[in-house]
């Protein structure tokens, strides 16, 4: 690893980037930095979950009817008021909100930036201390700088994403992130208490021996995904599957895989949202060399209509992703003969 990259921080690292655009305001390394200490924050509440009297329910549901746990309310509201307080971000949305939240005063309007991210995602796997994460993706307003930001500067196909990531709360805490210029991780430091680099450039392996899919909906899968599922295992492939959307597709980037969520009779749309799970990941993936597709079309260049429609997901290692979809395509081809 060059002397120059080796083990920088959080912020040692957006700075360096920052000096290589001159023109750059320094409000997206600020944005990053924010995010990096709300999930200090967040890490440090998960940790002792087991000790502190802060498991199970808060006695409410999402707009998704799910029941919201203790943490996953903790970690919103840190997230929330890291960038309400800080001075790179015109509004949000969540996973745990229903709609956007403005953040109309003088100082937030003039921010460049809006963030969409799910606050704790896997949480309900905390109890059994699985690894959850914090997912985000950051999108430049199109509203005019100055005014409120609105709806608009959140509906955007995840293509136009200015950064992404996500934090992995488990056997450490690793903050990842995208911009186009790579992906790169950096692990929580106690000695220090900052994020340091640890992953300089990340990329994700073309080839993989692995898969990771619920199999426990096999039968609702339609006939392509199936038939991609029997050929990884006529192959000898391994079946890896946490049942935590940032833990499994963290393994599926640094060791080549690929992520499956596929659409079922069950669930049409699939399980997981476009716009603060699917999109982060897949512009991840992108840039580390992998690929994401709903099944037909990249999921970056989905149009959304809604904050929180669902989406099927593939997403990993490019060969495993382009075969996945060459399955789907002698399906749609042979249903159609
Ligand atoms: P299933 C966790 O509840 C989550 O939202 C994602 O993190 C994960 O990938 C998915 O749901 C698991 O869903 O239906 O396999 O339990």
Redo the contacts with the bound molecule.
């Keep these: 690893m060059p002397l120059h990259k080796k083990n920088l921080t959080l912020d040692e690292f957006t700075i360096q980037q920052l000096r290589m655009f001159p023109n750059a305001t320094g409000e997206l390394s600020s944005l990053l930095r924010d995010i990096g200490l709300a999930a200090k924050r967040i890490y440090a509440e998960v940790s002792k979950a087991g000790l502190a009297d802060i498991l199970g329910s808060a006695g409410y549901k999402n707009i998704h009817a799910e029941t919201v746990q203790q943490l996953d309310a903790f970690a919103q509201n840190q997230l929330r008021n890291v960038l309400r307080n800080g001075l790179s971000c015109a509004g949000i949305a969540s996973e745990e909100m229903d709609g956007i939240e403005v953040f109309d005063d003088v100082m937030n309007n003039k921010s460049k930036y809006v963030v969409m991210f799910d606050p704790l995602?896997?949480s309900?796997?905390i109890d059994t201390n699985t690894a959850v994460g914090t997912i985000f993706g950051v999108y430049r307003r199109k509203t005019s700088i100055g005014s409120p930001c609105a709806l608009e500067d959140f509906l955007q196909p995840g293509v136009n994403q200015v950064a992404a990531g996500y934090i992995i709360y488990g056997s450490s805490a690793m903050m990842v992130y995208a911009t186009r210029r790579g992906v790169n991780g950096f692990t929580l430091d106690p000695a220090i208490g900052e994020f340091s680099l640890s992953h300089p450039d990340i990329h994700c392996p073309s080839e993989t021996d692995t898969y990771s899919v619920?199999q426990?909906?096999w039968c609702q899968f339609e006939q392509g995904v199936q038939d991609f599922i029997v050929r990884c295992q006529q192959k000898g492939m391994s079946q890896r599957?946490a049942?935590?959307?940032?833990a499994?597709v963290h393994r599926t980037l640094i060791k080549g895989g690929i992520f499956l969520?596929p659409a079922m009779h069950s669930k049409p749309g699939g399980?997981?949202r476009l716009m603060y799970?699917c999109n982060p990941f897949a512009f991840i993936m992108e840039v580390a060399g992998g690929k994401a597709i709903n099944g037909y079309e990249r999921i970056v260049d989905i149009m959304p209509a809604d904050l929180h429609q669902p989406c099927p997901v593939f997403m990993g290692s490019s060969l495993a992703v382009s075969e996945l979809r060459l399955c789907l395509k002698n399906q749609y081809i042979l249903s159609h003969a």
């Excluded at 049942?243 to 940032?246: I, K």
């Design positions: 995602d896997g309900t796997n619920n426990g909906y599957y049942g935590s959307m940032v499994d969520y399980k997981l799970e």
